[in-house]
């Protein structure tokens, strides 16, 4: 078992729907659901929290804002052949928010999952031996 290095919580409208998302379109494993309140889900040494309206972390803050999900805080997964993963989520329907873009440290596109939260996938830049 990959011990878990980092925990991220995101805020989603819908739980089951959550899991069902980032399990069958970004290769997480389902660790808990009690829907609807709460699931967790694993990628490696990243465990996404997925807290729904019912859950602690939905509760209003003390001036009465209410926690929502989206906004442009994301988690970024690594791929080795970003044009690709692309073209199997397109094709699977999934939303991207932009198109590939690259830059100094390589190519990026952000997708958008069910809530409006944002996930950027990255394919690091290609360095030579010089680079090192």
Known sequence: MTEIAVNIRY???DVDAAVAWYTKHLNFSPLSNFAPAF???RR???RLLLSGPTSSAGRPMPD???P???GWNRIQLVFDDLPGEVERLRAAGITFRNDIVSGP???Q???VDPS???VELFQPAQRGPAAK
């Open 116 to 118: 409006g939260n944002l």
């Open 11 to 13: 805020m989603v409208d």
């Open 105 to 107: 440290g390589g190519l």
């Open 39 to 41: 699931a967790d889900v």
């Open 109 to 111: 596109i952000l997708l």
């Open 64 to 66: 009465g804002e209410q």
């Open 68 to 70: 929502v999900s989206g």
């Open 44 to 46: 490696g040494p990243l």
